[in-house]
């Protein structure tokens, strides 16, 4: 890379040049400065690109196939530049996206939910290092500082972090230790709720949704509270979040056995029209995973 800059842009030459010489070469060194100027720039934009067009892609074959290339990148780009938060957090997210949607294998979702968890916590950490001690602390005193210290305009990097631990405890369910962090995890997304609980169109309100569903009520689960959060999920997301409705068929019908209730959300999201900004990726995977479900509708109800 060096080398082809200094032939493009001999700027060592200059001082032997005759005066007309030297003015052709300073246009040159212009060109290539500005020119370096905005690859730097699209760089810095990248990542967040990168994200955007996977989730406004339609076809979730091509992001599947893709995403490996993606994720190389992003590694590559964290590695050029370590303490960049913005790039740690679009790779977090690609990664927890890749672990929750794509992974086939346990142990690769595993794996890429550790990564995910690895690169969100660093992100923390380099944005504000009383943040990154604050969520290693226990539930009473980390809420304690993120109410003294901080405020919405924190919320992007600690709703990262605890997106990325939602995925991490979904992929480690079968580990007691995983699961002991759910309390916390939840408590930091009802953290972020307070400022704006409509954020990322509405999915925040789909993860407490899941959380408050993982149990019936004789179990101590909440799923009449979890059933709120997947209707503020369709409410801020101006019913465009498609998934949103086939977790509210999935946790909550199923758990309450209202079979009319399940049919009615599947039969809605096979209907929609995928296409909306940040969701379409997302909605064409809940039409799927809808066609599914209402197909076995009939066997889990009877």
Known sequence: MARNFEHSCPVIKLISMRTCEAKSVMKKLILCLAALSLAACSVGNLPKNLSRSMMNNP??????????????????????????????????KLYGAYSGVFSKDPQQAKNMADRALEYSTRALCEYDDDACEAV????????????????????????????????????????????????????????VAQYDPG????????????????LPPSLGGKPEVGKAHFEQAQQ??????????????KQYARLM?????????????????????????????????????????????E
């Open 59 to 92: 076809n979730p074959e091509v992001v599947a196939a893709g995403a490996p290339a993606y994720l190389l990148l992003l590694d590559a780009l964290v590695l050029t530049y370590p303490e960049n938060e913005d790039f740690l957090i679009s790779a977090a």
């Open 136 to 191: 290693k602390q226990p539930q009473d005193k980390m809420l304690a500082v993120l109410n003294e210290d901080f405020d919405e305009d924190d919320i992007e990097v600690f709703y990262a972090y605890a997106t990325a631990k939602a995925g991490w405890i979904q992929a480690n369910s079968d580990d007691w230790g995983a699961i002991a962090e759910l309390g916390k995890t939840k408590a930091l997304m009802q953290w």
């Open 199 to 214: 954020y990322d169109h509405g999915t925040l309100q789909v993860y407490l949704g899941v959380m408050e569903t993982q």
């Open 236 to 249: 801020y997301s101006n019913g465009k979040h498609l998934m949103a409705k086939v977790l509210y068929a």
């Open 257 to 301: 056995f209202d079979q009319e209730l399940h049919d009615r959300l599947l039969n809605e999201v096979i209907n929609a029209d995928p296409e909306a900004e940040g969701l379409t990726l997302i909605n064409r995977l809940a039409q799927e995973e809808a066609k599914v479900l209402l197909a076995g509708s009939a066997e889990y109800f």
